[in-house]
């Protein structure tokens, strides 16, 4: 299954006495245990009859299955028969907290506007009244002449777009509940609204909207609703988009993309393997040894032009060696380096900017001597955008006069996708308006743009749920339940996927939460890895640390940042990748005073920036450690024949194989297990050629085809056909 991919359950039921018959579709890990499900009753009335069940694949599912149940409460005889499964492609469009999950607000409904003269619209804070996941909206309706209603943030969709809004209702009395899409203009002025009415029917139901977006449209909302005229209660939850513009899975791989085993998006199964986050070794500047392991920056002395040093910014590789830009407390700073490893300032005493950057990118059109600048990078601004800047030499920055700011607030992540030649910003996405409306959570949203001009508009691709809440080890103080938000978000094109640097923001206090106000929050931040074909739909079937944290009193225990680049290099014969990150040794907003009134453990302080480094490829595997485990993939239609595998035995025992399977997943003759070479090697990046036999190619008149991996104690990373 592919994170956001749709599903609907069908099977055909004949109750032939009694009262018993519920569809389930279930959604599982690779672990075996189940994420989510999704049920629908049997209706009332007797001979064959179908029912009908949808559900939207979590991030961390790898199967489904269909469950054919009668209830514990009921007894009675039922016919079953023609099961089908549909799948949908993964939604383009997405609703935030469409799960009511964030508790920012709570027991607002965060990143909902609330209108309830006729009751009260909250989150219900326990599994139980949730569909899915830890919470549910409610919806009361006391008044038979004044409604209730939550309205989603504004979702960008383009004119002619076709689109489905889904969310489950629970009736839990009364006859009120109604499901709106609304189509607005640029002003925010409806244009067309589409409903669907909650039934009589007890238990979750699923209701849905379609509409296609009329002239003028730029946005579309989604409206959860009472009846002027009805009183009750209905519950909410799992609200969700499909879109015309919804692309299906593409089996295509490009010459020599490597696909990494960070995310699913190729996978299809996998049993019997662990998946292991492989932090990497800090490397850093050996005069810098004596500030912490793997820094290569120190800061200059608080309230000077480079204290607090920190690479939210990015490396790049150029002759003799590398530049960084990076952020400091009254700018942008730049340094370079022969090695990667021991920077200069090169006498350099101020700042190149007086803003902070979201990320540095060439210009993929600049030609030496030409008229086009070199480089490009965002800042933000105290007018809720990002503004762009360009570079004939990374030194001296002008604001270009035809470029369109995009709006925001402090953290941007820029980034260029040679796969697809465009630049993309990875996002804090807040309303214009702001301080007048609330700004909700920390989340992460996507734009992209051909020329570093025009940009789309911004759309939600990222946010913690309630597992990250649940993974939080450092204790709320105050009464605090802690929760997760995350602070920014670089992607970057590695080989078949992107890459997510996640930086996860555990918070611990916030001053003031109720108001939606993400402002002197308290607490640690930690950086993990994600994987993502579309910038939208995001994989992160582990969620250890990427970069581990150092323990209280080290540089990197409070709140870390990465760069928007990684560097592959080869070292001493060998491929490595690079990392640059940075970190404050104490929490978010954390000051002495704060310390003291218990608010926080160790106050920020000055920040640092070192690297961490990686054989290459190596930062998630497939481990089969003491037992025998499989791999498979989803259909590939690969451009070229010779598969290499990133495969590192555990031992002497240690081994893999690679067995060939046409897209129904029938071996192909002669590429089986039997006629496999078994790798027993350490075959680092570019990885061991596979053979079957004298065979050292992939066959190439079967069409798509997919790979099983069997592992025998070892780990399995990466894989590549070129």
Partial sequence: MLPGEGLTASVWLNRTSGSGGWLYLEFWRADGTRTSAFSSPAGG????QQVSIQGVTPDDAVTATVLAYSSFADTATTVWDDVELVSRAPGQRRVPDAGFEEPRENPKPTEWSVYAPGGSATVANTAAAARTGVRALQMVDTSSSAEVSALSRAVPVSVGETVTVSAWAKRISGTTGTLYLEFRDADGVRLAAVTDDVDGVSGWQQLGATGTA???TTTLTVRLYSRQSSTGTTMWDDVSLQSSTDRAYDPTLAPDAVVLAVGDQR???????SRVMHPGTKDGDPAQAGVGAGVVLTGTAAGTWDANPRISGSVLREAPGYRMWYTTSSGTGLATSVDGRVW??????TTVTANGNGGVVRNPT???GGPQPQYFTSRSTSDFRYHALQSADGVSWTAPIDSIPIN?????????DPATQRFVAMLKYYPVSYPSTPTGPRTVWVSTSADYKTWTAPQPAFAADHFDNELITDAGTHGVTPWSEIYGMPAIRYGDQYLGLPWVFDITNSPNPVHGDPGFDKGRQKIQLAASRDLVNWSRPNRDELVARGPEGS??????????????VTVGGQQQ???????????????????????????????????VIWPADRFVSFRAANDVGTVTTRPLAPAGSRLTVNFEPGGPDGSLIVEVLDRSGNPIPGYGTSDATPVTTDSLAPGAIVHWGDKATLPTDVGPLRLRFTVTNGDLYAFTVN
């Fill in 45 to 48: 009335m007797s001979g064959w």
């Fill in 577 to 611: 990748t690079w990392l640059y990150y940075s970190s404050f040794s104490g929490e978010h907003s954390c000051l002495a005073a704060n310390v003291a009134a218990g608010d926080c453990r160790v106050a920020y302080g000055r920040s640092n920036i070192g690297r």
């Fill in 366 to 368: 600049w030609t030496p």
């Fill in 408 to 416: 925001g607030w402090d953290v941007v992540n820029v980034t260029w």
């Fill in 344 to 349: 200069s300032r090169d006498g350099r005493t």
């Fill in 555 to 568: 540089w990197d225990w409070g709140f870390n940042l990465t760069s928007t680049t990684m560097q592959t």
């Fill in 267 to 273: 996978i299809e199964s996998y049993s019997g393997v």
């Fill in 214 to 216: 009329p002239a003028k």
